[in-house]
C-alpha cells in the first residue's frame, strides 16, 4: 500500500504562471516531508522540506504547504520558468532517516 | 568536490548473470541507500546502512545483496535471482537526524538482455 501518493502523473503550466504539485499520505507518523526535482538520467536533486510541526515553508520561488489534519503537501512555483521542467517527487521520512517516495509528477513549462 | 558517485551509468546484463553497481561518497556519511527507480512506480528503497557493517533490507530486497566494509563505500549485487532486474538504480547517503535529506548520485541504468 503507497504510503506517499501523487495523484497528478503530470501537469503542463505557462511560463511565469504559478505551478501547483501535491501530494497526499496515510502515515502520520513521518515527521518530515521533502520535495526532490529529477532530470532524466540523473538523480534526485533536493528542493524543498518541511517539518512536520510546520505548516509552510519558503525558499524563493518555491514554497512548500503541510495541511495536517487532511494528510496533504503541496509544493508551489512561482513564477514557473521553463528550466522547472522536471520530474518532483515528494518523499517522507520515517524510522532511521529512510524516505519514501510518490510515484513523480512531470511538470512542463511551456514558454 | 564532495558528492556520491556510481559506477558503471549503463550496464547491460545477460540473463542469469551477476552484476555489481558501485557507489563511493565522500561526504563522510554514515547512511547510505540503495533506491530502484520503475517507470510511474517512484523510488523504491532495496537497501540501506546506517552504519559500516550493517544493514537492512529495504522495501524490495529479494534478489539483491550488499555489503558495507568501509564507510565510503556501498555496493549493490542483482543477482539473478531479481526477477525484473531491468530499472534506473540511485544511491544516496545522509547524516543522521535533519531534516531526513538524501543526497543522490547520478544513477545506474541496468538493462538486461
Known amino acids: 500500500d503507497q504510503q506517499v501518493k501523487q495523484n497528478s502523473p503530470s501537469l503542463s503550466v505557462q511560463e511565469g504562471r504559478i505551478s501547483i504539485l501535491n501530494c497526499d499520505y496515510t502515515?502520520?507518523?513521518?515527521?518530515?516531508f521533502l520535495w526532490y526535482k529529477k532530470y532524466p538520467a540523473e538523480g534526485p536533486t533536493f528542493l524543498i522540506s518541511?517539518?512536520?510541526?510546520?505548516d509552510k515553508n519558503e525558499d524563493g520561488r518555491f514554497t512548500v504547504f503541510l495541511n495536517k489534519s487532511a494528510k496533504h503537501l503541496s509544493l508551489h512555483i512561482v513564477p514557473s520558468q521553463p528550466g522547472d521542467s522536471a520530474v518532483y517527487f515528494c518523499?517522507?521520512?520515517?524510522?532511521?532517516?529512510?524516505?519514501?517516495f510518490g510515484a513523480g509528477t512531470i511538470l512542463r513549462v511551456k514558454s | 568536490d564532495g558528492g556520491i558517485t556510481q559506477s558503471p551509468k549503463y550496464l547491460f546484463r545477460k540473463e542469469g548473470q551477476n552484476v555489481t553497481l558501485s557507489c563511493e561518497q565522500n561526504?563522510?556519511?554514515?547512511?547510505m541507500y540503495w533506491y530502484r527507480q520503475d517507470p510511474g512506480q517512484g523510488l523504491r528503497l532495496i537497501y540501506y546502512?546506517?552504519?559500516?557493517?550493517?544493514?537492512q533490507k529495504g522495501d524490495i530486497a529479494e534478489g539483491y545483496s550488499v555489503s558495507r566494509e568501509k564507510k565510503e563505500s556501498f555496493p549493490l549485487t542483482v543477482t539473478s535471482a531479481q526477477k525484473n532486474p531491468t530499472a534506473f538504480y540511485l544511491c544516496?547517503?545522509?547524516?543522521?537526524?535533519?531534516?531526513?535529506?538524501?543526497?543522490f548520485g547520478e544513477g545506474s541504468r541496468l538493462t538486461v538482455l
Open positions: 544516496a547517503s545522509s547524516s543522521p537526524g535533519g531534516t531526513g535529506e538524501l543526497f
Open positions: 502515515n502520520s507518523m513521518f515527521d518530515y
Open positions: 518541511i517539518s512536520s510541526i510546520k
Open positions: 518523499a517522507a521520512r520515517e524510522d532511521g532517516n529512510k524516505l519514501v
Open positions: 561526504l563522510n556519511h554514515d547512511a
Open positions: 546502512s546506517q552504519i559500516v557493517n550493517d544493514f
